[in-house]
């Protein structure tokens, strides 16, 4: 399903106005995967792309992707360059990916929401975000602190500031003189 909507989306004219920053951390980062999908000939990004792959590079046939860059206007060429990031990161995804991911599948899973990818619930947690910290601006922020509270207040109930234990114990002891 995702290479499905992946084909689709790299059918476009041109790149997401919010491409750009994920190409460059992409380039930046020069991650395990992408060096893979560059010395392979990028056979997923050519698969996406409708192109037939070449093999690697060093096999000395030119990349199917390269030639389509001699007479791309710049809005595809940063298209294209986007797909070949995109199939890089999509070849090193797998059934597991969600197990460990890495800052490299987080980004891509990310970067596929952002433009619209409805991500499967194992999809989401490729993301690696669990962030519990509630915004400035949500309004449950009361009702964690209030619950927050109330916790508080019944882990206090058990024990007195007496020195005696209250709850628990007292609890058994009853318990046992009943049974």
Known sequence: MRREWL???????TAPRNAMPYIAA???????????????????????????????????????IEALTATATPARATLLALAVLLGAAEDATGRQTWRNPTRENGAYFAALRDWGYPLSPVEELALG????TPSPCDDSADEVAAADAGDDAGATADHDTDGED????????????TG
């Open 26 to 64: 992409t380039l930046a980062h020069a991650g395990h995967d992408l060096r893979r999908a560059m010395e392979s000939g990028h056979p997923t990004a050519c698969e996406l792309l409708g192109l037939t792959a070449t093999g690697s590079v060093y096999v000395g046939r030119p990349n199917p």
């Open 166 to 177: 209250h709850g628990a114990a007292t609890d058994a002891g009853e318990a046992a003189a």
């Open 7 to 13: 084909r689709s989306f790299l059918a476009r004219r």
């Open 129 to 132: 975000e669990v962030d519990a």
